[in-house]
């Protein structure tokens, strides 16, 4: 059975996210959660999850804002969601000839991105790929299968990250 979670773990449900007392409005998945992830169906995995690397554009994020481990996001970062792919759900960069998402968009929503360790490092294929934290596109607008908030708390979030901090998915 797993551990309950902590008090400094991110408790994402399908009502909310708490985290460190407080709570959060967010969004999961447009398919709600699962426990059997499969690439594509807009599910966002149930269990507990690392955080395992940070990411951000920072020509919108100032850097002496984060963490020191946080990496920028240049113009050719992809993620690659392609199950045939050998660096499936790895982050890759262009040109790439297999299918990827991309991290620096013209929108704000991976403006800073939370990297879970949802199938990785060592990826089975078509078991999902990217699940994220990131901002939000609106208020109740599903993802394709993350965890999205509002930027400023995204933001106070990020501030108050530990190695510990976990992201827990509840049914």
């Given at each position: 059975?797993?551990?309950?979670p902590?008090?400094?773990?991110?408790?994402?449900?399908?009502?909310?996210?708490?985290?460190?007392?407080?709570?959060?409005?967010?969004?999961?998945?447009?398919?709600?959660?699962?426990?059997?992830?499969?690439?594509?169906?807009?599910?966002?995995?149930?269990?507990?999850?690392?955080?395992?690397?940070?990411?951000?554009?920072?020509?919108?994020?100032?850097?002496?804002?984060?963490?020191?481990?946080?990496?920028?996001?240049?113009?050719?970062?992809?993620?690659?969601?392609?199950?045939?792919?050998?660096?499936?759900?790895?982050?890759?960069?262009?040109?790439?000839?297999?299918?990827h998402?991309?991290?620096?968009?013209?929108?704000?929503?991976?403006?800073?991105v939370?990297?879970?360790?949802?199938?990785?490092?060592?990826?089975?294929?078509?078991?999902?790929?990217?699940?994220?934290?990131?901002?939000?596109?609106?208020?109740?607008?599903?993802?394709?299968?993350?965890?999205?908030?509002?930027?400023?708390?995204?933001?106070?979030?990020?501030?108050?990250?530990?190695?510990?901090?976990?992201?827990?998915?509840?049914?």
């Open positions: 059975m797993p551990a309950a902590r008090r400094t773990d991110i408790v994402a449900t399908r009502w909310g996210t708490r985290f460190l007392g407080r709570r959060f409005p967010s969004t999961i998945g447009r398919s709600g959660t699962t426990r059997h992830k499969r690439e594509g169906d807009g599910a966002t995995p149930v269990g507990s999850h690392r955080i395992v690397a940070i990411h951000f554009r920072p020509d919108r994020v100032a850097a002496h804002r984060l963490p020191r481990r946080a990496i920028p996001i240049g113009p050719g970062d992809l993620w690659s969601d392609d199950p045939r792919d050998t660096n499936y759900n790895q982050p890759v960069r262009a040109p790439h000839r297999f299918g998402e991309h991290l620096r968009r013209a929108d704000p929503i991976h403006d800073l939370l990297v879970t360790n949802w199938n990785r490092p060592d990826a089975i294929p078509g078991n999902g790929s990217a699940i994220f934290i990131h901002q939000w596109r609106r208020p109740h607008a599903p993802t394709a299968g993350c965890l999205a908030l509002r930027r400023k708390d995204l933001r106070w979030i990020v501030a108050h990250l530990s190695r510990q901090t976990r992201l827990i998915v509840k049914p």
